[in-house]
């Protein structure tokens, strides 16, 4: 009796190491020089440029020191609270709603409350401009039951109308990230509690929320750090109107060219969004974006 013998081909090494241990190291180095190259020397230089000044830690002191700085990064956390928690509780509805029913549509009508995801700053300014501005559709309206003038009911280039686009754009991310996570409460649970005799309010705050108290957490660091940062709708809508620290950013630098003080509030905005997600992560896990 003849037996077979197979060889089986030997690893290819470099060094001692496979090249199938080396390969995801080899592939990640394109992203390696990417991320070197457009976020951590940019990030270096914005630190470096943020203490020239004459005393150390100056550029930092004076954000707080000087009034419209301290006030522009007020305003910023203000318009950024006002606008998390009206979109946690407009977005906690509309994903309860999405998540436990099933009616003839829902693909589309979850495809349009998606839209705004992917708009621009621009256009979601453009959109509260034709909603909300003298001439927008909302004031016209309300002129022609009050006969009062349209310009009256306006408020697009105001505090609230910032608000509004802020949520307009916030309010999707927010309902679209709890959706899943509600998906996934098992109802068996909620039945039994009913049965036992608790009101729905009961089993929600006692059964439900205990399992979707992460997204909700993920929600409200995604809309919080998101409006923090914001800037494209703001500049249409709230220049020279509202101050908000990305357009005093913005002003300083173009301008009064003095990127020394821009850099520092650029540095103050991006530990005050980071420290938020990573706040978020240490006290649950995961991504905020998962």
């Known amino acids: 009796m003849i037996e077979r013998v197979i060889t089986i081909p030997e690893q290819v ?86 998540a436990r029913r099933e009616f003839t549509g829902k693909r589309l009508v979850v495809a349009i409350i998606s839209f705004p995801i992917s708009f621009p700053g621009v256009l979601v300014a453009w959109a509260m401009i034709v909603v909300l501005g003298r001439t927008g559709v909302l004031p016209q309206f309300l002129a022609f039951l009050s006969g009062e003038s349209a310009s009256t009911f306006a408020i697009v280039f105001s505090f609230w109308g910032l608000v509004a686009g ?33 009101s729905r309010l009961q089993t929600f705050r006692h059964v439900t929320l205990p399992v979707i108290a992460p997204a909700i957490a993920s929600a409200v660091t995604l809309a919080f750090s998101v409006c923090m940062a914001a800037f494209g709708t703001a500049l249409l809508i709230a220049s020279g109107v509202v101050d908000i620290l990305p357009l005093m950013i913005f002003n300083v630098i173009m301008g009064q060219q003095d990127y020394a003080a821009g850099a520092a509030m650029a540095v103050v905005l991006t530990i005050i969004t980071v420290s938020v997600i990573y706040g978020y992560r240490r006290k649950f896990g995961g991504s905020v974006y998962a």
Do not use: C
């Open 13 to 98: 090494t470099v060094r001692g190491k496979r090249v199938d241990d080396l390969l995801p190291w080899i592939l990640s180095v394109p992203f390696a020089l990417l991320f070197v190259l457009f976020l951590g020397i940019p990030l270096y230089r914005l630190f470096e440029l943020s203490f020239q000044s004459e005393t150390f830690l100056g550029h930092y002191v004076n954000i707080f020191a000087v009034g419209r700085y301290r006030n522009a990064l007020f305003m910023s956390f203000a318009i950024s609270i006002l606008v998390t928690a009206v979109s946690i509780v407009l977005g906690l509805f509309m994903a309860y709603f999405l």
């Open 166 to 198: 802020y949520t307009y754009f916030t309010l999707p991310r927010v309902t679209m990230s709890m959706v899943s996570s509600i998906e996934k409460v098992d109802q068996n649970i909620e039945e039994a509690a009913r049965s036992l005799g608790a």
